[in-house]
Nanobody, 118 residues
Framework: QVQLVESGGGLVQAGGSLRLSCAASGRTFSSYTMGWFRQAPGKEREFVAASRWSDSNTYYADSVKGRFTISRDNAKKTVYLQMNSLKPEDTAVYYC???????????WGQGTQVTVSS
């Protein structure tokens, strides 16, 4: 069982930066691929970024490539999402999720709101 708690959301002007954190419980954090997803009002949830469990390779949605960086600290059981050059269209609730050894994302956090003003 894994519990995920996100933090770091807030209100920022366009062009600004935020860093989201997701702290996980459990003893096998390193066995989980960690992902960030987001859901804007009236839209479906979409993939943002992921850090693979086996080699920490990273993957990004085209819309955030070059602006967002996912990283993880297995010792702290925490995954981060550094978001730079934020745009109003990045406004959404951001969710952290965990996938055991690359399977389906089974565990989800409660989400943290990111609002980017123009």
């Amino acid at each position: 069982q894994v519990q995920l708690v996100e933090s770091g959301g807030g209100l920022v002007q366009a062009g600004g930066s935020l860093r989201l954190s997701c702290a996980a419980s459990g003893r096998t954090f390193s066995s989980y691929t960690m992902g960030w997803f987001r859901q804007a009002p009236g839209k479906e949830r979409e993939f943002v970024a992921a850090s693979r469990w086996s080699d920490s390779n990273t993957y990004y949605a085209d819309s955030v490539k070059g602006r967002f960086t996912i990283s993880r600290d297995n010792a702290k059981k925490t995954v981060y999402l550094q978001m730079n050059s934020l745009k109003p269209e990045d406004t959404a609730v951001y969710y952290c999720a965990a996938s055991l050894r690359g399977g389906p994302y089974t565990y989800w956090g409660q989400g943290t709101q990111v609002t980017v003003s123009s």
